[in-house]
C-alpha cells in the first residue's frame, strides 16, 4: 500500500516515506500540486528509499515525460478510455522502440545514479505506466486496453467508475456494481500480467480490494491522516 498526497510539501513527502509504506502517490490531478512542487517531492521520497509515483494531471505527453524525468517511478494515468489512448499513453511512458519519450531526464539519472546510456537501457522496465480505469468507455474496452503492449498496470478510481455506473446518483466504492466492475479490471489485469491497482482510502476498503486480487493500492491519504489524528486528540481532550 501507498500513500496518496494531495497537499504539496516536500517535507510532508519525506515524512510518509519514511512510514512502512510502499511508495508515496503525488496527485496532480485532483490535488494541489504543480511540478515545481512536484519535483522536491519526488526527490524527498526517492531520498528515504521509496518509490515516488506520480498521478498526472491528464494523458499528456509532456505531464507524463517531466514526472519521470524528475525521477518518478511509476506514472499513473486518469481518464484513459479506450486502446487508443492507452498507445498513446504507453508511447508518452517509453523510450524507442516502445514507444517515443523525450530525452531529458537528468534529475532521474542523479535519482538513480545511472548514467545515460543505461537509463536508456533500463528505464522502459523499471518505470512504470498505469493507465485508470474509471469510466464505462474504460469499462467496456478494459480487455483490449489491459492488452496494449508496454502497458504496465490498471488502475482503478472507483469514485469516478461508481460515478459513471450509477449514471451520477452517487459516489460508492463498494457498491455492488462497483466490486462486480473492479473484478472484470483485475482479471484483464491477470490475463495480461499487469499489476492491479486502485484507489482504496481507508482499511476496509483495502482488505475488500485485495480479496479480489488488487495489490497496489492507494491509502494514507494526507488530509485523511491530518484529519483523523486531529479529531483523535480533540475527542482525548473533550472537557478539559
Ligand atoms: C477515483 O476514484 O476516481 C480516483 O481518481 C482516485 O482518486
Ligand atoms: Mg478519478
Not at 15 to 41: K, N, T, W, Y
Not at 71 to 100: D, H, L, Q
Request: net charge neutral; glycine share 10%; charged share 15%.
Amino acid at each position: 500500500m501507498f500513500s496518496w498526497m494531495t497537499m504539496p510539501s516536500a517535507q510532508l513527502a519525506g515524512q510518509l516515506a519514511r512510514l512502512p509504506i510502499e511508495g508515496v502517490c503525488l496527485d496532480m490531478q485532483h490535488g494541489m500540486i504543480g511540478f515545481s512542487d512536484a519535483a522536491p517531492m519526488i526527490a524527498a521520497i526517492s531520498n528515504a528509499g521509496r518509490p515516488a509515483i506520480a498521478r498526472v494531471l491528464w494523458n499528456e505527453p509532456g505531464l507524463i515525460g517531466q514526472v519521470l524525468d524528475a525521477g518518478a517511478a511509476a506514472v499513473i494515468v486518469p481518464m484513459v478510455n479506450s486502446k487508443a489512448e492507452t498507445e498513446a499513453m504507453v508511447r508518452s511512458a517509453k523510450y524507442p522502440p516502445r514507444g517515443g519519450r523525450s530525452w531529458g531526464g537528468y534529475t532521474a539519472l542523479q535519482t538513480y545514479g545511472m548514467s545515460p546510456a543505461d537509463y536508456l537501457k533500463q528505464a522502459n522496465s523499471m518505470t512504470l505506466v498505469f493507465a485508470m480505469i474509471e469510466t464505462q468507455a474504460a469499462l467496456d474496452a478494459v480487455e483490449e486496453i489491459a492488452a496494449v503492449p508496454g502497458l504496465d498496470g490498471l488502475f482503478v478510481g472507483p469514485s469516478d467508475l461508481s460515478i459513471a455506473l450509477s449514471k451520477g446518483v452517487g459516489i460508492d466504492k463498494t457498491a455492488k456494481y462497483t466490486l462486480e466492475a473492479m473484478k472484470r479490471v483485475a482479471a484483464a489485469a491477470r490475463k495480461n500480467n499487469l499489476v492491479a491497482g486502485a484507489f482504496a482510502g481507508t482499511a476496509e476498503i483495502i482488505k475488500t480490494y485485495a480479496a479480489m486480487g488488487y495489490s497496489f493500492m492507494a491509502g494514507a491519504v494526507d488530509v485523511d491522516l491530518l484529519q483523523a489524528g486531529a479529531s483523535s486528540l480533540m475527542k482525548a481532550v473533550k472537557g478539559v
